[in-house]
């Protein structure tokens, strides 16, 4: 392998890890890239044969289109001038390629593969360049800084009058200043994205609209048992000051099926009472089961209980909701009949003169 391929190798390498972590943060679109360079041939054979042991003065324009922010396809024309004791030689050169660029902050590094083909007089060889760069940004659409250089232009070996072999390709190194000039406008500002919130633990869904659409007073009760028991209830609250109860099912904010008379119930009786009269919404449950999950049990009961009053036409700012969980039991037992009452909300009235109430 000889030293240009080994080079050659390695900034490809470079070039391939580059592209595995640029950021998609230098300009976007169309771009002219320039430079100016000086410099010196490297390649033994042609330095000694051609008298290249001067100076070399490189200009090249380019004009290419940058994707994903860092990868951008280019088509350049690059002029060499290399000085000789009878004036000098020329190189023209016409290439495509490509350039990867990282961006960090305002400095952004640059690797860049071409290839195409040299002219040379009236020779038109294969040729290859690679370049470094270190632009920085002046402006949003301007960056300036060095460049280092490498090309090489191929041409077999040929053989001279002592059959000695030579290469007639040749090997160029130089350095200078490289500009880009962004057509697009500056570059996309770095954010920081903030990381999500940790989720919160659901709420409990309220009750479904259609549970709280008008329910019609049914026609007949069919359950006595539960009658009874209401009866002996309203009777108690008259006693405290608490009109009749809502009784509900089994762990379920839904009323039992006399509930649903018993909500009209309620309904009535809190249209008679003053407007300025407020009102408090306890929520019950029966022991069964943890307290933490019986106490958000009574507050969605007494939370579907107020929805539908509200629905029915009564104002949401008279009312207040209380959660008493299983703490406030009628009776103790743990048959059907005392489990069945204490799943119940209950209603309080508190004159306006009073409305400082303690739960």
Known sequence: MTRFQIILSVLLSLLAVRSSIA?????????????????????????????FDRAAVVGDVGFGYTFFGWVTPEVRLVAAHFAQDDGGSGLALGDVGVRGAVRFWELETGLSVHGGMAVTGNLVRPAMHVGLDML???????????????????????TLSNFERRSTGATFLTGGVALRWSLSGAPPERTEVPPEPPAEPEAPEPPEAAALAEM????????????????GLMTTTEQTELIAPILFETDSEQPVACGETSLYLVLDQLQRVPESTM????????????AAYNEALAQRRAEFAVQWLVRHGLDPARFSIVSRGEQDPLEEGDDGRVLLIHRRVTFRL??????????
């Open 23 to 51: 950021g998609a943060d230098a300009p976007e679109g169309w771009q002219v890239r320039g430079g100016v360079a000086g410099g010196t041939m490297v390649s033994t054979d042609q330095r000694d044969a051609l008298g």
């Open 136 to 158: 920085y940004s002046l402006t949003p659409s301007l960056a300036v800084g060095p460049r280092v250089d490498l090309g090489h232009v191929f041409q077999e070996e040929e």
């Open 216 to 231: 019609p007073p049914p026609e007949t009760d069919t359950s006595d048992e539960v009658w009874s028991l209401m009866d």
């Open 279 to 290: 009102i408090v919404a306890e929520g019950h449950a029966d022991p069964r089961g943890d």
């Open 350 to 359: 508190v004159p306006s003169e009073e409305r400082k109430v303690e739960p």
